[in-house]
């Protein structure tokens, strides 16, 4: 590929669903000029109540797929797939490959005041541990307290993020986290971040909540400016966003549609177990 | 193969995870003599929130897979696959197949005193409006309501079965269904039997709860014997039960202990996008 077709090539992003829909978003503020093609595994959602062969597996899957589309870079959209895939994946493709965690972790280390971190997200990236062992990489002496919060995701799919049991099972899992002394927690769930102001309502003030898809946008941006790949636009053209899923859930689009500040136009539906 | 050899055969039974243990549990109970190969779709789980394409082209997968293993009759134990992928794979596959839903809706017709019925089931079943249809092919005159519950499943795989969310989100759901006048109410999700007990104490005593397992191993029992192909038993033999899973969820096994009245042992792990 010419550094000029190269440039032009879109970023491709993927999640189990619908939650990388945050990070594509972020990206799509911050890199104005690039084109995205997102992939959401519909028709295998969730990814965080499975294993790690299986969440290799699937995103391996869709890597493949994402090439015939002629990305120049992936983002890992989907904190499970980051923790649990990316190191796996980044070995087997000759391609940049991205994760959501590292940017999460080292927002966290810089956020923190009192060296105490909290984390959130799937049962899969909590038993991974991959968020510890990534802080303690930067600064080792950081104390890192992560809780697995399985239900914030089915109650932001099945649109409960208004009702009272919402609130209700935040504080379930929360209490214990808001009795230690964290003063920054990252939101290791794409859909975290749908819930946020109830969440920082509960913890309060003094601890600082870190959404990775902020930071994951300000990495790709790094990444495609040192490789020489960043889309530089030009005078009347407008990035382009393809989406495609591997299940016609209408839910989805009507979802994109609540999530990124544009119309998502109909998807496309892809049999990702072919790839 | 002989008939003596069919009737050795074991009976394949799949659900999507862990709900259609409950028919498999109903079945060992009122067929202690056949043998079960029961296949839970666990990297895929849930279907109840996709499309009826990918529910069949999951179903054929699992069926073809089941035949591998000799089945002689194949159980769809999983309410959304009976409901969206019967009739399609009963015309593809040259095996006898039965679902839930027939038996279910059955049970219900035979039940309700004023013709007046209620179904609770995921999104996929409910939008299928397969229970009405069957119902009414049943008996036209009868009134069917149904209603979508898709945070009971979360719900129940998460371990919140007795948790007061659980008693909120049930009045959530059911209050619209508790004030109409149904006097038979189908728990059209296998997974809603686990939460049967808090299910009618809120409906009241005047609702009879109808759980389809029960009635689907009663077809079974009737299916193998005018097939000719009911295991005898015999001398001495114990029935074999093997579980087969397409992620090695380790939960598996810790909720199939919950449910079957026996030890489960190590489940084998499929690559079911193989087959």
Redesign the interface.
Known sequence: MSTQSRKMAPVGVFDSGVGGLTVAREISRQLPDENIVYFGD????PYG???R??II?FSEQIIRFLKTKQVKAIVIACNTASALALDAVRDEFDIPIMGVVVPGARAAVEATRNRKVGVVGTDATVQSGMYTRVIHGMDPDITVIEKAC??FV??V??G?KE???TQ??IE?YLESMRNTDIDAMILGCTHYPLLRSKIRAYMGEKIQIVNPAYETAMDLKKLLSEKDMANEGGEGRHSRYSFYV????E?FRRFANTVMPFDVPTTNVV?I?EY
Not at 42 to 45: E, G, I, K
Not at 246 to 249: F, K, M, R
């Open positions: 519909t028709a295998r959602v109540s499975k294993s062969n299986t597996r399985p239900l089915p109650l799919e099945e409960f009702h009272k049991v209700e099972i379930y591997s299940d016609a859930a839910k049999n177990e």
